[in-house]
């Protein structure tokens, strides 16, 4: 490591919609800042953009965008006015003093302010399958990625609001969409499961898990379900496995210094992107709970760059 680290206005950790936002915003502002892009923090480099295939709803691309290239856009437009990249994971991230002190791997930083944007990774059944067919039929965005499963069957996993949100959106296209959940009864708020129980294209199967999922030439063919009570195990054709069993904050640099919520969501006080370390701001999905999409995590991108900005100037003045 470096004796005489530099000291940086900005250090934003993650390189996702809204980390490469929050870069182009501070770049443009003449801040300078350094973009820690990780390379295993809950995701690649880039963050669950870099999983997604076709993007098609994020406006100024009429004809769609694969997910990679929007953030290669992304990285090289920041990186037009001034970003500078480190493509290693943040290994130490100390708080408590001013400035900030950053580690990685080999080389340590000083901030003034930090940036937050290290993203959130979809829990997964860690299955068989799983990892080989994501993107090609496995997804935990169906507001991403429905639209490709137009008149396909598909399966949903959960049981919670978010499933049943997920379940109630896919019947715009799929044809048939058939819940799996490992209880006997939902724990979706009684609206959501109304909706749910009232769509014809909605079926469910119950006490049940997937202990597999299968596919061929890289596109999910079907699934082997697994009765929790029976252990009995039975084939289930589907074009489709969308997970809706949560997602999980990257907050492990954080926890117990910046003030979460009782998922693990860092907490902000809006409107602002602020956390309740000074200095210290916090955007994209390891904020939101609710969005979870490109378009709102390059928003509070924005929000945020614009908070260090305004951070600095009073610190400075």
């Not at 691309?61 to 970003?83: D, K, N, S, V």
């Not at 109304?194 to 079907?222: C, L, M, Q, Y």
């Amino acid at each position: 490591m470096s004796d005489t680290p530099e000291t940086r206005n900005v250090v934003i950790i993650g390189s996702g919609p809204a980390g490469l936002t929050a870069a182009l915003y501070t770049s443009r502002a003449n801040l300078e800042p350094l973009v820690i892009e990780g390379i295993q923090a809950g995701g690649p480099t880039g963050g669950q953009l870099t999983l997604t295939t076709d993007v098609e709803n994020y406006p100024g691309f009429p004809e769609g965008i694969m997910g990679p290239e929007l953030i290669q856009h992304m990285r090289a437009q920041a990186e037009r006015f001034g970003t500078q990249y480190w493509t290693e994971d943040v290994t130490e991230l100390d708080l408590s003093q001013r400035p900030f002190h950053v580690k990685t791997g080999t080389q340590e930083v000083y901030a003034h302010t930090v940036i937050l944007s290290t993203g959130a990774r979809p829990r997964r059944l860690d299955v068989p399958g799983e990892d080989e067919l994501w993107g090609g039929g496995v997804s935990a965005c169906a507001t991403c990625d429905g639209f490709f499963f137009r008149d396909k069957e598909v399966v949903v996993v959960g049981g919670g609001d978010s499933a049943m949100e997920e379940a109630t959106f896919l019947t715009k296209f799929a044809s048939k969409v058939t819940v799996v959940h490992r209880r006997s009864e939902l724990r979706a708020s009684k609206i959501m499961q109304d909706r749910a129980f009232k769509n014809p294209k909605v079926e469910f199967v119950w006490d049940s898990t997937i202990s597999e999922i299968h596919g061929e030439n890289g596109v999910v063919s079907g699934v082997l379900l697994e009765n929790v009570n029976t252990g009995e195990t039975s084939e289930f054709p589907t074009d489709g496995v969308f997970l809706a069993i949560g997602h999980i904050p990257n907050t492990r640099l954080v926890e117990g210094v910046v003030d979460t919520d009782a998922n693990g969501y860092i907490q902000v006080i809006e409107p602002t992107s602020r956390t309740n370390v000074e200095g210290v701001f916090a955007c994209g999905d390891v904020m939101d709970p609710n969005y979870r999409q490109a378009i709102t995590a390059a928003g509070s991108g924005c929000k945020a760059a614009i908070d260090a900005e305004r951070h600095l100037a009073e610190l400075h003045a």
